[in-house]
């Protein structure tokens, strides 16, 4: 019974490094295709048959697509992210200021008319109208405790 037994030392160290080193030209390649390909998509100066065109370039025939494109197109490559980075940082900025601007505080004019309402159907009483009112125009009311004001 002659069993072979492979060990650690039947893949010499060398054979591991170049293993490792083609791994890793092999992940670089599949980035490098994809981020091409992003690109092709983000551009907007391309027309449809433009983007058609490089697609197929760079599937059909890939490693001469991808250096074509690099070599034609890739100077404008690193503007194209920087305009779309800057879009997107944009419209976050939007938003966030959209956001903010539904929960500032409102105005003493709208919630005295708020209290006044409360007050006209009968949600708290003169008394209260009178301390919450107080409130308001010193500066220290909220709608929050407007709010509490109104009877349990």
């Keep these: 019974m002659s069993a072979h037994t492979y060990l650690a030392y039947d893949y010499p160290l ?23 390909i992003g690109d092709i998509f983000r551009d907007d100066s391309l027309s449809g048959w433009g983007k058609t065109g490089w697609l197929v370039f760079c599937i ?6 991808v250096f074509v494109y690099l070599i ?19 419209v976050f900025d939007d938003y966030v200021r959209d956001r903010a601007g539904e ?16 007050r006209s159907h009968g949600d708290i009483t003169d008394d209260e109208f009178r301390r919450a009112k107080e409130l308001v125009l010193s500066g220290a009311g909220t709608s929050a405790r407007s709010d509490s004001a109104t009877p349990s």
């Design 14 to 36: 060398l054979s591991m490094f170049w293993t490792l080193l083609w791994f890793f030209l092999w992940i670089m390649w599949f980035v490098l295709l994809f981020r091409i």
């Design 60 to 65: 059909v025939l890939p490693f001469l697509g």
């Design 72 to 90: 034609a197109r890739g100077k404008s490559m690193g503007q194209r992210e920087i305009d779309h980075a800057q879009k997107q940082q944009r």
């Design 103 to 118: 929960a500032k505080k409102p105005s003493s004019a709208e919630e005295l008319a708020k209290l006044s309402e409360m």
